[in-house]
């Protein structure tokens, strides 16, 4: 089965590079808040991605309004009787998702797939929320951002998830252009559990003195061949998005993987999320 409408659960960082995806293949978008100014906030930045897009020549002024005509924003969860794809990606935290997924298996038709972008949590425990007949059609699908830029999926397989349901998820992914990798459900799958111990080694690195910020980063990027330094990209990600990856995985895997560093944590706590409050192990201009 093709999707021809997804309802995308959340407009924000990655939700709206979820939905604008979705609408630049020709799927029909619902972009969800139960506020709505927030989800036409997410259209707004849509509308501004595109706009840019056509600045640098790269698309017309036709396939931009084509695009953002597929894409409705909506404070009703009802919309999502129409879909056949819902992919959510609101905050990470455990209660939240699985009262969202409660209410949307009330609400969806029994044969729609359910996809999560979660980054940290386990399948298996978000699919609680749902009926046990409902189970078999949930994944998780991880996008990296930015959604049009960064050409990786994760899909993460949940212990009832069907081989009919991750079928549906590659094509799906074939058709976005995307690379699709495959993990089971386990703490950080398979990219995080790579990334989040080198973010960490590199705060350690910085919280007992023994370089600077810009060194660390010069290191990685030049020594490394990496495009961005782990400080920096641990900035971009978000302090708090990479705090709770941390967390999952030292509960997940144990003491091998460490704790989060205290630098994490420090900043966390003051508010200094990274990039998107001007301030984390870089400072950044607002505006």
């Known amino acids: 089965m093709s999707f ?3 309802f995308v659960a959340g407009a924000g960082l990655m939700g709206h590079g979820i939905g604008q995806v979705h609408a630049a293949i020709g799927k029909q978008v619902a972009l969800y808040e139960p506020d709505l100014g927030r989800a036409e906030a997410g259209r707004d930045r849509i509308a501004g991605n595109l706009d840019r897009s056509v600045a640098k020549g790269r698309l017309s002024q036709a396939d931009r309004d ?4 597929r894409i409705h924003v909506t404070d009703q969860l009802d919309e999502v009787r129409n879909a056949d794809l819902v992919i959510e990606a609101v905050f990470e935290d455990v209660a939240v998702k699985q009262g969202l997924w409660r209410q949307l298996d009330e609400r969806a038709p029994e044969d ?3 996809a999560t972008n979660t980054s940290s949590i386990s399948i298996d425990e978000l699919a609680e929320a749902l009926s046990p007949a409902r189970r078999g059609q949930f994944v998780g699908m991880h996008f990296f951002s930015p959604v049009p830029v960064m050409p990786l999926v994760e899909m993460i397989r949940g212990e009832a998830t069907t081989d009919a349901a991750e079928g549906q998820i590659r094509a799906l992914a074939d058709e976005l252009g995307k690379k699709l990798i495959v993990s089971a459900d386990r703490p950080g799958f398979i990219v995080n559990r790579i990334l989040m111990p080198m973010l960490a080694e590199a705060m ?11 060194d660390i980063d010069t290191g990685a990027k030049v020594g490394l061949n990496h ?5 920096e990209l641990a900035d971009f990600i978000g302090l708090d998005v990479c705090l709770n990856v941390m967390n999952v995985l030292h509960e997940g895997i144990g003491e091998e993987h460490y704790p989060a560093p205290k630098v994490l944590v420090d900043l966390v706590a003051a508010g200094h ?3 998107k ?4 192990f870089h400072t950044y201009p607002r505006g």
């Open 204 to 214: 350690r690195i910085l919280e007992e003195g023994s370089a600077t910020a810009e």
């Open 66 to 69: 084509a695009i953002l005509g």
């Open 227 to 231: 495009p961005m330094g782990p400080l």
């Open 4 to 6: 021809e409408y997804v």
């Open 112 to 114: 729609t797939i359910f």
């Open 277 to 280: 409050t001007g301030r984390g």
């Open 273 to 275: 999320l990274g990039q």
